[in-house]
């Protein structure tokens, strides 16, 4: 490039940093972009009305719930709460449907028969699984409380998931409630970032159907692994939460609770689970150590009592080496203890074996739920390993 190319385009350069002081290039400018505001106004509208309709002729179980709405719920009610009752659907007013969302910020704790979800994925699941009228761990849906992006848009877009659990009668079997951030978060008593919430009933479930649950299990699925995994007063809920998930994880069957540990049906732990509770069942038990005792004689069951002792029975990651016959065992029950104390000397002696994971020097304990994921995956490798070397064996013959 020359001299005089240079500078021709150095001129260029400056002249296009220059604003441009054109009256019809600058009138051209502000109609265009006045026409794209008013478009997107426009289609604002549209699709507002689009989903008002759409609410209209769903109106049977769907309510759209704005602010001069719940001001005069409010007015109606005296906001006075009914938090624990157990509401029919299909006869509840609005107003005992959004008992259950109603100043959530007083406390978590739900010692009646509802629970409270949060999060558009765990709300996601609880929908599907009601849709599974075969499950026998299936959780009842109350209702739900969504915001209009997140029933209507991508990626998430709840509807998609409603319409799948409708039933003959095109309902499906809990009410739709659509609100927007500023109106959830009024009734919740607290900012509501997450774009769903959902009110189920608690599984009213004990000792004796889990047996009943355990045996047919393991008579229709004889040859698959039936894994419990059992916790000795776990009192932080997103601990058990985190438990909950990791269970789901590995394939457990129950998850079951001594009679001291934490509610797994609070807010929190429900929302630490990310609502893989609703696919496991989750009892609790009077007396832990019997229950231990009575799966290892009539169900079977090799159970593992986590420890942190350095004389424990088993190292986990010698287990298929050091223990064939142990991890032969496609029935087994890993028991943790709560991070201060571990678990009680009862529950321990109740078990077949102690179990403990190799760490390196220096570092005696992990936190609880990383400990569970641990040692859970590492149970499950031990018997996926004993059944390839059982078929492998077969085969051999």
């Known amino acids: 490039m020359n001299r ?3 500078e021709s385009a150095g001129k260029k350069d400056i002249s296009s940093n220059r604003p441009n002081t054109n009256g019809k290039d600058i009138g051209f400018e ?3 972009k006045y026409q794209e505001k008013q478009n997107r106004k426009n289609a604002a509208i549209d ?3 689009t989903r008002r309709e759409w609410v209209e002729r769903h109106s049977s179980f769907v309510t759209w719930l704005t602010d001069k709405s719940l001001i005069e719920q409010r007015k109606s009610k005296g906001r006075k709460r009914k938090r624990d009752a157990v509401i029919e659907t299909e006869e509840a007013s609005i ?3 959004l008992d259950p969302y109603t100043d959530l910020k007083e406390g978590n704790a739900q010692d009646g028969n509802t629970f409270v979800a949060e999060g558009t994925e765990a709300v996601r699941l609880l929908i599907q699984q009601s849709a599974n009228h075969k499950s026998q761990v299936g959780v009842k849906v109350h209702s739900i409380l969504v915001k209009p992006c997140a029933f209507f848009e991508k990626p998430v877009r709840l509807l998609d998931d409603v319409m799948k659990a409708m039933d003959e009668k095109k309902c499906p079997p809990f009410h739709v409630i659509i609100a927007s951030e500023s109106v959830m978060s009024s009734l919740a008593g607290f900012h509501i970032a997450r774009g769903a919430m959902a009110c189920g009933y608690i599984p009213q479930r004990d000792e004796a159907w889990l047996k ?5 299990q393991q008579t229709t699925a004889s040859a698959a692994g039936t894994r419990i995994l059992a916790l000795d007063k776990i009192t932080d809920t997103a601990n058990l939460g985190s438990m909950i998930r990791c269970a789901a994880a590995f394939g457990v069957l129950a998850v079951v609770l001594s009679h001291d540990s934490c509610n797994a049906w609070y807010r929190r732990s429900v929302r630490v689970s990310m609502g893989h509770i609703f696919s496991i069942p989750t009892i609790r038990v009077e007396n832990l150590a019997n229950f231990i005792t009575d799966i290892q004689k ?6 593992y009592a986590a420890v942190i002792d350095p004389h ?3 190292v986990l990651e010698n287990l298929q080496h050091q223990h064939r016959e142990t991890s032969k065992s496609n029935r087994w029950c890993c028991v943790m203890g709560n991070e201060a104390n571990g678990i009680c000397e009862r529950v321990v002696n109740a078990c077949s074996n102690t179990i403990r994971i190799d760490m390196a020097m220096g570092v005696d304990s992990l936190s609880v739920p990383v400990a569970t994921g641990i040692l859970l995956h590492g149970l ?3 018997e996926k390993r004993s059944e390839a070397d059982n078929k492998q064996s077969e085969i051999s013959e």
């Open 30 to 32: 502000k109609r265009r």
């Open 95 to 97: 107003s005992d449907l």
């Open 4 to 6: 005089s190319q240079r």
């Open 47 to 49: 699709i507002q009305r």
């Open 312 to 314: 424990a029975d088993i």
């Open 298 to 303: 009539n169900h079977q069951f090799t159970s």
């Open 212 to 216: 009943a649950y355990l045996t047919q």
């Open 380 to 382: 499950r490798a031990a």
